[in-house]
């Protein structure tokens, strides 16, 4: 079953502009982590959080956690055409031999 | 350095025919390993995982098997094929459990059953 939900489904911004992606899920989390797949591609993987985390950097990529509201946001700063691909945020419940559970992921089209 | 390989890349089969799916992991030893469905539009269901060598859990109950038979080696495997088997099939290791890192993912099989 999935847990992470995606938000919004699609979303088509300017090249340059900021694309900020959210994920919400319903269960208690060890860590939340964010995939991104090319088209008719594997799924590569951009960052992970621990549950213990608030933000976490990498490049231009900023990741938020919030516990408390079971959500993560995924914040691409100066987006560029090369970004356009699927999101997927992925969870890790808490518990011995978990695994990631993905959402249905957030489809980014960014216009040169 | 570890990379993942997966193929076919593409493949087309009838209904009612087998199925092997074969994905290799070189550059690390006793990985943990997955098969993932995705299908159009969908998120990735997992299939299959594997902690070592002949050790297999199913997550769905469905028409395909897998099999690890070295240890870097996943195989998934169909004895008759169904329609609604199409999908885009991706494997992937890991080093431990998703609770400690991310997983690296192969290229993906797109299979159609016709």
């Known amino acids: 079953s999935q847990q992470g939900e995606e938000d919004p489904q699609a979303l088509s911004i300017q090249e340059g502009e900021n694309a900020t992606m959210n994920c919400s899920y319903k269960t208690s989390i060890n860590n939340l982590q964010w995939y991104r797949q090319n088209s008719g591609r594997g799924l590569v993987h951009l960052i992970l959080i621990r549950s213990n985390e608030r933000e976490k950097h990498s490049g231009r990529l900023r990741v938020t956690l919030d516990t408390s509201k079971k959500s993560s946001s995924l914040l691409i700063t100066a987006s560029r055409a090369a970004d356009t691909a699927s999101y997927f945020c992925a969870t890790v419940s808490t518990g011995a031999n978990s695994k990631l559970t993905f959402g249905k992921g957030i489809t980014l089209s960014v216009r040169p | 350095s570890q990379t993942i390989h997966q193929w076919p890349a593409t493949l087309v089969q009838p209904v009612g025919s087998p199925l092997s799916l074969e994905c290799t992991v070189e550059g690390t030893s006793n990985p943990n390993l997955y098969w993932y469905r995705q299908a159009a539009g969908r998120g990735l269901q997992l299939l299959f995982y594997?902690?070592?060598?002949?050790?297999i859990s199913s997550e769905v109950p469905q028409n395909l098997s897998a099999s690890r038979p070295q240890d870097r080696q996943f195989i998934l495997s169909s004895k008759k094929l169904l329609l609604s088997d199409s999908g885009f099939y991706l494997c992937?290791?890991?080093?431990?459990?998703?609770?400690?890192?991310?997983?690296?993912f192969g290229s993906g099989t797109r299979l159609t059953v016709v």
């Open positions: 992937a290791w890991s080093e431990g459990g998703a609770h400690l890192y991310g997983y690296t």
């Open positions: 594997s902690v070592g060598i002949g050790q």
